[in-house]
Structure formats: structure tokens, C-alpha cells
């Protein structure tokens, strides 16, 4: 055990002695790894045919590309079933509470700015009762990144409404149907003056690992809302956008630089409303120069909030891609400065601090 | 059994008195000088009239004077009630003494009432004869009305039962101030300085420190600063020259063991308390916390110790606090919550998952008046069967507390140790009482705390092997002496793994639901808390001559109070033994056997008899419990009176007179 010496600014601490200590015994840390690397021993206990199967897949195909050694990620959860997707990630993980899963994250994120920390939560987990801990995450802007795998439905509890389930879902606590409004979790995270907010199919690899790699390269809090067919008690809940048919009728796909056009033959487009907000309009009704250009990096998120209120309850006008993503300093960077200013006229002296302003003698 | 049994005296009043010692002051006045022995006095006010500042500043001119002392702060949950009205009430009792002293005096000598609602409020815990001073600019037929006195009893004789002494205050002190520039309203406020001068006058206090505090409060008002300074120099000045006080009085410096000494609260102590942990570890300290009274005061304390790598996370809720501490702890550091007892009930399901997980923690629960939102401001003991049993499942949790403010220091350290030592969440039950309370406080070298490096030894290899023979890590594999497991963290090479709040397989820490493995790893749980006895010192029983047949037990901040009834007992020549506990959970190895020795055990309580339940259930003991929950320490008379009537049913030849009249406290 290596002598810590106390008070000095650089002293090394029992973390970093640890570290040290980890490097001498394993040599250099591996950063060039493959999808399997990341693979537990545990059996996988989805359901057969659950979406989660194909967002782990990816996941763990997608991590290699982000250079980030296994010991250097913690992936929090909290509760449902999604949140089991740590115990099958071959990364440091705590499957934790129920919603409580970004608040234990931030504590690790900002004593641990070192680490590649990631939450996965559900829509029960992170909106209903963790609701209040998402919402803190985002507006503190903490460096981690948050998968929230929606599937409209609570799973684990074997199928009542969800707080995004549609309004009159019939379940099992709702057999005249739900009387919720559901929450957009989109639009409920720009609200929070998320810097970074993106969603993805569950099923399409390539446009799930696109979002996944830029939240993951964001400094500061990304939220990526994962749609994912739960195939027990919500089956077919995203079959509008997954159907070839009828998916790029009512698919918005969110192209930096790229002119919001979609739909069979780019019939569709998105265009400027009157009172600041955006509406569908179809192409060839409208100039060119009306159609919105995507920039996922305006400032202001008003623009990013419009684009979410595009699509409705039934899915339709729903767009896919990075909604925003710009740059603030992230919370635990901060938090770290404010310890390096702290300790510029020196590190910490116990005695002094014990001592305090007024002492007196006593003497024998 | 709670009478007051007539024979012990019910105050604490009188300090023994020497002859007067004529001395001459400015202004051609023969003032003569008092010694006493001890003092209590209570200033009390309106919330608005600064009573804890002024409080506060007498108690660190009489520190540094070298009393010992103790205070109590007690004071409302509104930061502005209406003004002059009895909710509005604010009041700071110190007791200052040349010997060691328990506690903050069951009664004042001496009552400064600033308006009416202040006179009303207290006059009736003021002993006959007490000195009693007040505001007499306040008694306005308007405020006397606001509290219901139908004629002033400043004029209508209902105040001769004690010597009266009515300053007009506020006038004298506007007229300090009239040439600084102040307007009335403003100048008005300096009024507690004018009366903490005119205390330090009484009371020969040293003025320094006070002026110089104001320079330092005020660097950025300066008119300010001069104007409370005029008006402190002002209080004191009047005091030496008017007729109204012709005594002044002494009180001599108490022994005490040599060192040096400062003055400190028990939220001060136990936030130093925790960066020392830090610094004796090495680890960096995190606390994750949502403000509450009474403990926002760790908060804002810990928050100013950046430089020694503290990080402190203002939380959404109370959740979060808990949380993002289980987080930081999971990444190595040292994860703290703080909080009070409607805290506690939030932080429940995260303590049972640092239970689960055997991540180190500590939580600090500053107790105050419940249920719900209870009484905020006000001082209880009622949160230690939470503090037990407050969680789903079997969760045990190691429970300790302090015994007085400056304690609050090493049971701080204390609790970081068990933490560390054993991986676990660790309950410290504080109080109000002992948050804002203050006393004298010997300043440890830093080099003599408990060294805590040897708690922290995160593993970087392979502890066990898969079945098939490859070297892996077992999380949840445990030292053979402390049942601890291994601990290892992110960023450490091969040493990945998962926890969580699921049930472990031994060893390997994958979830199980086998029905033997549950049953084993609950045991095994509870056998680590239970073994934590092993790392804790015997009972200390404090019986002087060691043939006491009674015994009275206690927790936390009730031990001045006891020590000051045992006092009493003893100086009446009854014997008593004294046991306070500082563990809970587990209690040390020996209690049962020593609390089977007495013939009678007496717990007091300010709950409705929590430890007593656990004493009765652990031991089979008949506990006596003596309670009371009035958000107020215990007095120390009552409490002798407790102790005498068990002494004397256990005894009744024994001793055949009564408990000394005055006994020092």
C-alpha cells in the first residue's frame, strides 16, 4: 500500500494509488477491444424477442469504436427491465433503485470524472418515479450518458400503463383506458435545457449506434430515448415507424446541414409556423428557402422543442436522430475547478482548519 | 415514574456568593465586583432582534475568557414570525462557570427580555429573586397588547417578586448612534449590541474578539461595522457609569486540562470531524446532501473545504443526497449524507441498497422533534428505532452518537471508521440540541487521530477463481476477521463486476435466489454488524467508589444532564453508577453482563423510551425508562429526583438525607 502523504496537493490518494497499482500488475490499459469483450457470463433473461436483446447487441458492438478500456465504464441502472442491462456488460455496474439510477450516477461522475459513466432506465424508471432525478441531471449538465429504452408499457410489473403510454391504453389497471397525458420524453428533456438530446429505433443498428456515438463523445449529459418494443405486453407499440410500408411516411430522420425533407419522394417537409413553432408541409406547396435546414447546435432550444412537438401521441411526424447538442461546461469539470482554486493558495492544513479563528491557552 | 420529589432542589440557582469587592470606576462611581462560581443567563427577544448572534458572541468572548460553558439556542421554525408576538419568540441560555459544567442550567439567573412577548414567554422559568432585565422602549401599549398584558407589568407591580432592572435600550442606543448617519430603523438594530455590551460590562468580559468579529462581518458595510461597534462600546460604557448597576460580577476561568481550546457547535464538530476522516484516510470526502434543519449546517460548513478535496452536492431531494454518496463511494471516495429525520424516512430505500451493495457510508441524521415535520428547531432522540429498523427486509446498520457538541468531532470520525472498516452504512444519530449548542473544545493534534489507511485497501487483483480455474475477481468474498468484502473500484484492470440491490451469490455477487444462499447472506450480513463489537471498547461505567446498585443508562446528547444529576446524587451521598453509550448497534460486548449487576437500571429518554425497548429486548433487563419529548434537554434536577426515588426504593436505609441543596452542576 503506497504511504499517502496528507495534505500535499498532489498526493496521490488511495484511488489513484489503486490505479497505479492496477496499471503495474495488468501493463497499459486496453483500449482496442471487440463487441465480445464486453459480454458477461450471465445468462440473459429477457423475454425472447425483446427490443433489449437488439440495443445490447448494438451497444456492445458500437463500444470498441469509442477507444474506452472495460474498467474505465460504470453503467448505473435502476429498475424495470431494461435495467438489467448491466449485469450483461462486461464494465463496473451498479443495478441500483428504482429511478434513483442518475442521481448514483452523478454522485460516481462527479467524484470520478475519469470514467465513462452511463445510465439505462426505462420510461417507468426515469420519468415516473425518477422523474425528478432526470430532470436535475440534465439541467446540471453532469458528464454521463442516459439510454432511456421506451417502450410505452411497464414490463416487469407484467403490463400497466407507462407514463408515455398513449391516452385510453387499455391495460391491466387501465380496462376503460389510461386517462394520462403521456410525457414526450424529448420535449421534457429540452425543457430541462438538456445540452445534448437524441432518440433511436431499437432495431435500426445503424441509426441507434449514430446517436449512440455522438452522446457518447458529449461532454455533459446526453440523453438517448431508445424506442423498444416490448413484445409481452406492448407488441407492435412502434410498428408505424419500424413497417417499411409506412415508416418513412411518418419518420422525420434529423440530418445536421440537411433540409428536414421526408416522406415517399420527399414529399414532406418541415417548415416555419407563424407563431415560432414548426409545421408539416408538403414539398412542392412550399420554396425551397421555407424548408428548415437541421442544426442540432442552435443555442437557443426552442427550436430543438418544436421539433419534438412535431409528432403525436400515434407516432406520426416522429423525428429520429440528434435533436440538440451543444457545448456548456460540464458540472463535475466545474466542480473539479473549484477544488484546483480552492487549493492554489495551498492544500488543506488539518491542524489550521481544527484550530479555527479564536483559540486560547490553557496551561498547566 | 415522573414526580419531582420535593427534597432536590428544583434550580439551579445562586452560585456561591463571595462579599462584594467595592472597586471605583470611571466616571467617580464605587461599583463593587461579585465573584460567583457560575451564571445562567437567557437573552430572548424577538426572531428579528439577533438573540443567537448576540448569544453566540457572548458564549466566544466567554470561551476565549476560559469559562466552561455550555448553550442552548432554541428558537422558532419561522425565520420572521410576526413581530412582538409570542410565536415570534427567539432565546439563547448559556451557562458560564469556573468549573466544568454539564450542561446549559435547568434555570437563568439572569433574563434579558427585549419586548414584552420575550417577557412573557420566559418570565416564568426565572427563579424568584432572579435578575431580570428588559427593554423598556418595547413595552408600548401596542405591544403589550400584541401578547395580551392588560397593563404593563413593568408599572403595575407584578414584576417585584424579582429585581428588575428596565433599560430603555433602544433610545440609549439610538442616541450612540445619532451621529453615524443611520437611519432609526437601521440604527434600531444595533440594539443587541448595545445590550451584549453591557453584558460583557456585568460580566467582565473580554471585548476584543467581539469588535473584531464585527470589522470582519461587516468588511463590506462599514458604516455598519462602526455603528454595532458604538453601540457594543456604547452598552458597555453605560454599565460602568449608571446607577443602575451597581454590582458588577466575576466569574474566574475554569481548570482545565492544559491545551489549547476553542469554542465549537456540534454541527461544526462533526463536519471537522468528517474532513479529518477524509485526511486520515486519504480519501476524498463527498457529500451528497438536500437542506434541512437542523443539519444545513454540515452542509454550508463542509462546502467550504474545497482545499482539502471535499466535494459537496447540493441534491434535488433527499434521494439524491443518499444516492449520489452511494455513487461516490462505489467510485472510492468517502460518501456522506447529511440530514434530519424526515430525511431519513426518504433516504430508506437507498440505505437498504448500501446494505446490499457493503458500500461504505455515512449518514448523519441530525434529530429533531417528529413525527412528520414535527418540531424543526427543536431537540429529540426519536429517530433510533429508525435509525435500526427504518428499512425494508433484514438491513442491519451500525448506529452511534455523540454525547456533546465538541464529541460530535470523533463520533465523526468514528462512524467513517466503521464505514470504511466493515464496508457498510453507518447511522450517526445527532440532535439538535447538540447542532447548535456550543462549548469549549480541546483542539487534537491532527497527527494523533485515529490513522484510517489500513480501512481502505482497494483490491487490484484477483481474489478467487471461475469454476474453471481462471483467476477472477469474487466481490462479495469476505476478510475472515471483519466479514467485510472486497473492494474494488472503477478504473482498476480485470477487476470489473456488478452489485446491485438483488440478492448476491456468496462470493461471486451474481444475483441468486437460491433459498439457502438468501438465508446464509442474511445471517452473514447481520454477523458482520454484530461482530463490529469486537472493534469497540468495553463499557465505561463511571462509578467513583464501584458499589452503586443503581445505574442510569443513556445515548447522545442526554449525557449532561445525566452527568449533572449524577453529580447531585453523589454529593448527597448516594451512589450511582453513569453509563452512556456512544455504540448502539452493535452495544458493546459486555453490556449485558454489566447492566445485570444493578438492582435497578434507569434510562432517560427524549423519545418515549427507544433504547429502553432495546435494552429490555436484548438483555431481558427491567429498564426503568424516564422520558419526556418537550424539544428541550432534560433538566438536571428532574433527573436527580429520578435517580434519587429508585436509589432510595433500592435503599431506603442507606442514606438518610437529602440531595444537597445547589449542588454544582
Same mark, same amino acid.
Given at each position: 500500500?503506497?504511504?499517502?502523504?496528507?495534505?500535499?496537493?498532489?498526493?496521490?490518494?488511495?484511488?489513484?494509488?489503486?490505479?497505479?497499482?492496477?496499471?503495474?500488475?495488468? %501493463?497499459?490499459?486496453?483500449?482496442?477491444?471487440?463487441?465480445?469483450?464486453?459480454?458477461?457470463?450471465?445468462?440473459?433473461?429477457?423475454?425472447?424477442?425483446?427490443?433489449?436483446?437488439?440495443?445490447?447487441?448494438?451497444?456492445?458492438?458500437?463500444?470498441?469504436?469509442?477507444?474506452?478500456?472495460?474498467?474505465?465504464?460504470?453503467?448505473?441502472?435502476?429498475?424495470?427491465?431494461?435495467?438489467?442491462?448491466?449485469?450483461?456488460?462486461?464494465?463496473?455496474?451498479?443495478?441500483?433503485?428504482?429511478?434513483?439510477?442518475?442521481?448514483?450516477?452523478?454522485?460516481?461522475?462527479?467524484?470520478?470524472?475519469?470514467?465513462?459513466?452511463?445510465?439505462?432506465?426505462?420510461?417507468?424508471?426515469?420519468?415516473?418515479?425518477?422523474?425528478?432525478?432526470?430532470?436535475?441531471?440534465?439541467?446540471?449538465?453532469?458528464?454521463?450518458?442516459?439510454?432511456?429504452?421506451?417502450?410505452?408499457?411497464?414490463?416487469?410489473?407484467?403490463?400497466?400503463?407507462?407514463?408515455?403510454?398513449?391516452?385510453?391504453?387499455?391495460?391491466?389497471?387501465?380496462?376503460?383506458?389510461?386517462?394520462?397525458?403521456?410525457?414526450?420524453?424529448?420535449?421534457?428533456?429540452?425543457?430541462?435545457?438538456?445540452?445534448?438530446?437524441?432518440?433511436?429505433?431499437?432495431?435500426?443498428?445503424?441509426?441507434?449506434?449514430?446517436?449512440?456515438?455522438?452522446?457518447?463523445?458529449?461532454?455533459?449529459?446526453?440523453?438517448?430515448?431508445?424506442?423498444?418494443?416490448?413484445?409481452?405486453?406492448?407488441?407492435?407499440?412502434?410498428?408505424?415507424?419500424?413497417?417499411?410500408?409506412?415508416?418513412?411516411?411518418?419518420?422525420?430522420?434529423?440530418?445536421?446541414?440537411?433540409?428536414?425533407?421526408?416522406?415517399?419522394?420527399?414529399?414532406?417537409?418541415?417548415?416555419?409556423?407563424?407563431?415560432?413553432?414548426?409545421?408539416?408541409?408538403?414539398?412542392?406547396?412550399?420554396?425551397?428557402?421555407?424548408?428548415?435546414?437541421?442544426?442540432?447546435?442552435?443555442?437557443?432550444?426552442?427550436?430543438?422543442?418544436?421539433?419534438?412537438?412535431?409528432?403525436?401521441?400515434?407516432?406520426?411526424?416522429?423525428?429520429?436522430?440528434?435533436?440538440?447538442?451543444?457545448?456548456?461546461?460540464?458540472?463535475?469539470?466545474?466542480?473539479?475547478?473549484?477544488?484546483?482554486?480552492?487549493?492554489?493558495?495551498?492544500?488543506?492544513?488539518?491542524?489550521?482548519?481544527?484550530?479555527? %479563528?479564536?483559540?486560547?491557552?490553557?496551561?498547566? | 415514574?415522573?414526580?419531582?420529589?420535593?427534597?432536590?432542589?428544583?434550580?439551579?440557582?445562586?452560585?456561591?456568593?463571595?462579599?462584594?469587592?467595592? !472597586?471605583?470606576?470611571?466616571?467617580?462611581?464605587?461599583? !463593587?465586583?461579585?465573584?460567583?462560581?457560575?451564571?445562567?443567563?437567557?437573552?430572548?427577544?424577538?426572531?428579528?432582534?439577533?438573540?443567537?448572534?448576540?448569544?453566540?458572541?457572548?458564549?466566544?468572548?466567554?470561551?476565549?475568557?476560559?469559562?466552561?460553558?455550555?448553550?442552548?439556542?432554541?428558537?422558532?421554525?419561522?425565520?420572521?414570525?410576526?413581530?412582538?408576538?409570542?410565536?415570534?419568540?427567539?432565546?439563547?441560555?448559556?451557562?458560564?462557570?469556573?468549573?466544568?459544567?454539564?450542561?446549559?442550567?435547568?434555570?437563568?439567573?439572569?433574563?434579558?427580555?427585549?419586548?414584552?412577548?420575550?417577557?412573557?414567554?420566559?418570565?416564568?422559568?426565572?427563579?424568584?429573586?432572579?435578575?431580570?432585565?428588559?427593554?423598556?422602549?418595547?413595552? @408600548?401599549?401596542?405591544?403589550?397588547?400584541?401578547?395580551?398584558?392588560?397593563?404593563?407589568?413593568?408599572?403595575?407591580?407584578?414584576?417585584?417578586?424579582?429585581?428588575?432592572?428596565?433599560?430603555?435600550?433602544?433610545?440609549?442606543?439610538?442616541?450612540?448612534?445619532?451621529?453615524?448617519?443611520?437611519?432609526?430603523?437601521?440604527?434600531?438594530?444595533?440594539?443587541?449590541?448595545?445590550?451584549?455590551?453591557?453584558?460583557?460590562?456585568?460580566?467582565?468580559?473580554?471585548?476584543?474578539?467581539?469588535?473584531?468579529?464585527?470589522?470582519?462581518?461587516?468588511?463590506?458595510?462599514?458604516?455598519?461595522?462602526?455603528?454595532?461597534?458604538?453601540?457594543?462600546?456604547?452598552?458597555?460604557?453605560?454599565?460602568?457609569?449608571?446607577?443602575?448597576?451597581?454590582?458588577?460580577?466575576?466569574?474566574?476561568?475554569?481548570?482545565?486540562?492544559?491545551?489549547?481550546?476553542?469554542?465549537?457547535?456540534?454541527?461544526?464538530?462533526?463536519?471537522?470531524?468528517?474532513?479529518?476522516?477524509?485526511?486520515? !484516510?486519504?480519501?476524498?470526502?463527498?457529500?451528497?446532501?438536500?437542506?434541512?434543519?437542523?443539519?444545513?449546517?454540515?452542509?454550508?460548513?463542509?462546502?467550504?473545504?474545497?482545499?482539502?478535496?471535499?466535494?459537496?452536492?447540493?441534491?434535488?431531494?433527499?434521494?439524491?443526497?443518499?444516492?449520489?454518496?452511494?455513487?461516490?463511494?462505489?467510485?472510492?471516495?468517502?460518501?456522506?449524507?447529511?440530514?434530519?429525520?424526515?430525511?431519513?424516512?426518504?433516504?430508506?430505500?437507498?440505505?437498504?441498497?448500501?446494505?446490499?451493495?457493503?458500500?461504505?457510508?455515512?449518514?448523519?441524521?441530525?434529530?429533531?422533534?417528529?413525527?412528520?415535520?414535527?418540531?424543526?428547531?427543536?431537540?429529540?432522540?426519536?429517530?433510533?428505532?429508525?435509525?435500526?429498523?427504518?428499512?425494508?427486509?433484514?438491513?442491519?446498520?451500525?448506529?452511534?452518537?455523540?454525547?456533546?457538541?465538541?464529541?460530535?468531532?470523533?463520533?465523526?470520525?468514528?462512524?467513517?471508521?466503521?464505514?470504511?472498516?466493515?464496508?457498510?452504512?453507518?447511522?450517526?444519530?445527532?440532535?439538535?440540541?447538540?447542532?447548535?449548542?456550543?462549548?469549549?473544545?480541546?483542539?487534537?493534534?491532527?497527527?494523533?487521530?485515529?490513522?484510517?489507511?489500513?480501512?481502505?485497501?482497494?483490491?487490484?487483483?484477483?481474489?478467487?477463481?471461475?469454476?474453471?480455474? @481462471?483467476?477472477?475477481?469474487?466481490?462479495?468474498?469476505?476478510?475472515?476477521?471483519?466479514?467485510?468484502?472486497?473492494?474494488?473500484?472503477?478504473?482498476?484492470?480485470?477487476?470489473?463486476?456488478?452489485?446491485?440491490?438483488?440478492?448476491?451469490?456468496?462470493?461471486?455477487?451474481?444475483?441468486?435466489?437460491?433459498?439457502?444462499?438468501?438465508?446464509?447472506?442474511?445471517?452473514?450480513?447481520?454477523?458482520?454488524?454484530?461482530?463490529?463489537?469486537?472493534?469497540?471498547?468495553?463499557?465505561?461505567?463511571?462509578?467513583?467508589?464501584?458499589?452503586?446498585?443503581?445505574?442510569?443508562?443513556?445515548?447522545?446528547?442526554?449525557?449532561?444532564?445525566?452527568?449533572?444529576?449524577?453529580?447531585?446524587?453523589?454529593? !448527597?451521598?448516594?451512589?450511582?453508577?453513569?453509563?452512556?453509550?456512544?455504540?448502539?448497534?452493535?452495544?458493546?460486548?459486555?453490556?449485558?453482563?454489566?447492566?445485570?449487576?444493578?438492582?435497578?437500571?434507569?434510562?432517560?429518554?427524549?423519545?418515549?423510551?427507544?433504547?429502553?425497548?432495546?435494552?429490555?429486548?436484548?438483555?431481558?433487563?427491567?429498564?426503568?425508562?424516564?422520558?419526556?419529548?418537550?424539544?428541550?434537554?432534560?433538566?438536571?434536577?428532574?433527573?436527580?429526583?429520578?435517580?434519587?426515588?429508585?436509589?432510595?426504593?433500592?435503599?431506603?436505609?442507606?442514606?438518610?438525607?437529602?440531595?444537597?441543596?445547589?449542588?454544582?452542576?
Amino acid at each position: 500500500m503506497t504511504t499517502v502523504e496528507l495534505g500535499m496537493p498532489d498526493a496521490p490518494t488511495p484511488i489513484d494509488a489503486a490505479i497505479a497499482r492496477s496499471l503495474e500488475q495488468h %501493463g497499459p490499459k486496453v483500449t482496442e477491444l471487440k463487441g465480445k469483450d464486453f459480454k458477461t457470463d450471465q445468462e440473459v433473461r429477457w423475454c425472447p424477442g425483446c427490443g433489449d436483446y437488439v440495443i445490447l447487441n448494438a451497444v456492445q458492438s458500437f463500444l470498441p469504436s469509442l477507444g474506452i478500456a472495460r474498467e474505465d465504464m460504470v453503467i448505473v441502472s435502476g429498475i424495470g427491465c431494461s435495467s438489467r442491462f448491466p449485469y450483461y456488460m462486461n464494465t463496473f455496474g451498479m443495478h441500483s433503485i428504482h429511478g434513483r439510477a442518475p442521481a448514483i450516477a452523478t454522485g460516481l461522475a462527479a467524484a470520478r470524472p475519469d470514467l465513462s459513466v452511463w445510465v439505462v432506465t426505462g420510461d417507468g424508471d426515469a420519468l415516473s418515479i425518477g422523474g425528478n432525478h432526470l430532470i436535475h441531471a440534465l439541467r446540471r449538465n453532469v458528464n454521463m450518458t442516459i439510454l432511456l429504452f421506451n417502450n410505452r408499457i411497464y414490463g416487469l410489473t407484467k403490463g400497466q400503463y407507462s407514463p408515455t403510454s398513449e391516452v385510453g391504453k387499455v391495460t391491466k389497471s387501465t380496462p376503460m383506458g389510461s386517462l394520462d397525458h403521456p410525457f414526450n420524453p424529448v420535449s421534457l428533456a429540452i425543457g430541462a435545457d438538456a445540452t445534448f438530446v437524441g432518440r433511436a429505433m431499437d432495431s435500426d443498428r445503424k441509426g441507434l449506434t449514430e446517436v449512440l456515438r455522438q452522446a457518447a463523445e458529449h461532454q455533459g449529459t446526453s440523453l438517448v430515448e431508445i424506442y423498444q418494443n416490448c413484445n409481452i405486453f406492448n407488441d407492435g407499440a412502434f410498428e408505424l415507424l419500424k413497417d417499411p410500408a409506412t415508416g418513412p411516411m411518418w419518420t422525420i430522420p434529423l440530418e445536421d446541414g440537411k433540409p428536414l425533407v421526408f416522406g415517399p419522394d420527399g414529399a414532406s417537409c418541415v417548415v416555419r409556423d407563424d407563431f415560432g413553432g414548426l409545421r408539416i408541409a408538403e414539398t412542392n406547396q412550399v420554396d425551397a428557402s421555407q424548408i428548415v435546414v437541421h442544426d442540432a447546435s442552435r443555442e437557443d432550444p426552442s427550436y430543438a422543442f418544436a421539433l419534438s412537438r412535431l409528432s403525436s401521441q400515434d407516432l406520426r411526424y416522429t423525428p429520429m436522430g440528434v435533436f440538440r447538442k451543444v457545448q456548456k461546461p460540464s458540472y463535475e469539470a466545474m466542480m473539479s475547478e473549484q477544488l484546483d482554486e480552492a487549493r492554489l493558495q495551498g492544500p488543506g492544513d488539518l491542524d489550521a482548519l481544527l484550530a479555527g %479563528g479564536d483559540t486560547w491557552e490553557v496551561t498547566a | 415514574m415522573t414526580g419531582t420529589n420535593p427534597t432536590v432542589a428544583p434550580s439551579d440557582s445562586n452560585g456561591a456568593l463571595a462579599t462584594p469587592v467595592p !472597586s471605583s470606576a470611571p466616571g467617580g462611581l464605587v461599583k !463593587s465586583v461579585v465573584e460567583l462560581d457560575r451564571v445562567v443567563i437567557r437573552l430572548a427577544g424577538d426572531s428579528g432582534d439577533g438573540m443567537q448572534l448576540t448569544g453566540n458572541r457572548f458564549t466566544s468572548e466567554t470561551a476565549s475568557f476560559g469559562n466552561d460553558l455550555k448553550t442552548l439556542p432554541n428558537f422558532p421554525a419561522e425565520i420572521r414570525a410576526p413581530t412582538g408576538t409570542l410565536p415570534g419568540v427567539s432565546s439563547f441560555q448559556l451557562q458560564f462557570a469556573d468549573h466544568d459544567v454539564m450542561t446549559p442550567g435547568d434555570a437563568p439567573d439572569v433574563l434579558v427580555a427585549m419586548n414584552p412577548a420575550a417577557l412573557k414567554a420566559n418570565l416564568s422559568e426565572l427563579p424568584g429573586g432572579g435578575l431580570l432585565i428588559v427593554d423598556s422602549d418595547e413595552f @408600548t401599549p401596542r405591544n403589550l397588547a400584541k401578547v395580551g398584558y392588560a397593563t404593563n407589568p413593568l408599572e403595575d407591580g407584578s414584576l417585584e417578586g424579582w429585581q428588575t432592572v428596565s433599560v430603555p435600550l433602544t433610545s440609549m442606543t439610538l442616541e450612540a448612534l445619532a451621529d453615524s448617519g443611520l437611519g432609526k430603523k437601521e440604527a434600531e438594530r444595533s440594539k443587541n449590541m448595545f445590550t451584549l455590551g453591557l453584558l460583557s460590562w456585568m460580566y467582565h468580559r473580554p471585548t476584543e474578539g467581539t469588535i473584531r468579529f464585527l470589522e470582519r462581518q461587516f468588511r463590506r458595510k462599514p458604516e455598519i461595522a462602526a455603528a454595532n461597534i458604538a453601540a457594543f462600546r456604547a452598552g458597555y460604557n453605560y454599565g460602568d457609569t449608571t446607577e443602575a448597576f451597581a454590582v458588577s460580577y466575576e466569574i474566574k476561568p475554569a481548570p482545565m486540562k492544559p491545551g489549547r481550546y476553542r469554542n465549537i457547535s456540534g454541527n461544526q464538530a462533526l463536519a471537522l470531524g468528517l474532513v479529518a476522516a477524509g485526511q486520515r !484516510s486519504g480519501l476524498p470526502v463527498f457529500l451528497g446532501a438536500y437542506p434541512i434543519t437542523p443539519a444545513s449546517d454540515i452542509l454550508h460548513e463542509l462546502s467550504r473545504h474545497k482545499a482539502f478535496g471535499v466535494r459537496t452536492f447540493q441534491a434535488e431531494d433527499e434521494i439524491a443526497g443518499i444516492g449520489a454518496a452511494l455513487g461516490a463511494s462505489f467510485g472510492g471516495a468517502l460518501g456522506i449524507t447529511t440530514t434530519s429525520g424526515p430525511g431519513v424516512s426518504l433516504k430508506s430505500e437507498a440505505l437498504g441498497l448500501a446494505v446490499m451493495t457493503e458500500l461504505p457510508l455515512v449518514v448523519v441524521d441530525v434529530q429533531r422533534g417528529g413525527p412528520s415535520t414535527g418540531l424543526p428547531t427543536k431537540t429529540e432522540q426519536s429517530d433510533l428505532l429508525q435509525a435500526m429498523f427504518g428499512r425494508n427486509g433484514e438491513a442491519p446498520v451500525p448506529v452511534i452518537a455523540p454525547r456533546s457538541p465538541g464529541d460530535c468531532f470523533d463520533a465523526a470520525v468514528e462512524a467513517a471508521r466503521i464505514a470504511l472498516t466493515y464496508r457498510t452504512p453507518v447511522m450517526l444519530l445527532s440532535d439538535g440540541y447538540l447542532a447548535n449548542g456550543a462549548e469549549p473544545w480541546a483542539i487534537p493534534d491532527a497527527d494523533s487521530l485515529p490513522d484510517l489507511t489500513s480501512a481502505v485497501a482497494f483490491a487490484t487483483e484477483p481474489n478467487g477463481s471461475a469454476p474453471d480455474g @481462471t483467476p477472477e475477481f469474487l466481490p462479495y468474498l469476505r476478510d475472515p476477521e471483519t466479514l467485510a468484502r472486497a473492494w474494488a473500484i472503477p478504473g482498476t484492470a480485470g477487476m470489473q463486476h456488478r452489485i446491485g440491490g438483488l440478492e448476491k451469490a456468496d462470493k461471486t455477487g451474481n444475483i441468486s435466489y437460491d433459498p439457502a444462499n438468501h438465508d446464509f447472506m442474511t445471517r452473514t450480513r447481520q454477523a458482520k454488524i454484530d461482530g463490529i463489537a469486537a472493534s469497540i471498547p468495553p463499557t465505561d461505567v463511571d462509578d467513583p467508589d464501584g458499589d452503586a446498585r443503581v445505574a442510569v443508562i443513556g445515548w447522545g446528547s442526554t449525557y449532561g444532564p445525566i452527568g449533572a444529576a449524577a453529580r447531585r446524587i453523589r454529593s !448527597s451521598g448516594r451512589k450511582v453508577a453513569q453509563i452512556h453509550l456512544r455504540h448502539i448497534n452493535p452495544f458493546p460486548a459486555d453490556l449485558g453482563e454489566v447492566l445485570a449487576r444493578y438492582d435497578r437500571v434507569i434510562c432517560p429518554e427524549m423519545n418515549l423510551g427507544q433504547l429502553s425497548l432495546l435494552l429490555r429486548a436484548k438483555y431481558l433487563v427491567d429498564v426503568q425508562s424516564h422520558t419526556q419529548v418537550r424539544g428541550l434537554p432534560f433538566r438536571a434536577a428532574e433527573l436527580a429526583a429520578v435517580i434519587q426515588d429508585a436509589i432510595d426504593t433500592v435503599q431506603p436505609a442507606a442514606v438518610d438525607h437529602a440531595v444537597a441543596n445547589g449542588a454544582q452542576q
